[in-house]
């Protein structure tokens, strides 16, 4: 038997406070015994469950891993203006004007992500 991805864990500065950005970003919930203050925060999403590890080091450099995020039920540019409103940064916009194409965004703490364009929009350029 193989192994599974049980939690994809981020260390931060603040674990109940980012994992209550990304439980925001991902309509999903912290774990119920999630306060802060917590060393550790979980949030319990359907895609993936992220771990969130107080660590004392700042983050330094590019991350070597991202998440790459799909909107579901709105348009990749509506997500991006959500995800700003929740605190999140426009590092690098990709976006095309044929549609294709990303914008690279950052959490409160700097840790890069993607937003994708939704499966609507995908099936519509197909």
């Known amino acids: 038997m193989s192994s599974l991805v049980r939690h ?5 500065a603040d674990a ?21 203050g917590d060393p550790e925060a979980l949030v319990d999403s359907p895609g993936a469950n992220l771990l969130f590890i107080q660590v ?6 590019k991350n070597r891993i991202h998440l790459d995020l799909q909107p579901q039920d709105r348009t990749r540019d509506e997500e991006v ?14 976006r ?14 700097g840790n890069e992500f993607c ?9 519509a350029t197909s």
């Open 115 to 123: 937003v994708e364009r939704s499966g609507a929009e995908r099936a």
């Open 8 to 12: 994809v864990t981020i260390d931060c």
């Open 81 to 94: 203006e959500r995800l700003i409103a929740l605190g999140a940064t426009l590092v690098d916009d990709r």
């Open 96 to 109: 095309n004007a044929d549609g294709t194409g990303w914008a690279t965004m950052a959490d409160p703490e």
């Open 56 to 61: 004392p080091e700042p983050k330094a450099v």
């Open 16 to 36: 109940y406070a980012l994992a209550s950005f990304w439980a925001e970003v991902l309509d999903a919930k912290l774990a119920d015994d999630d306060f802060p």
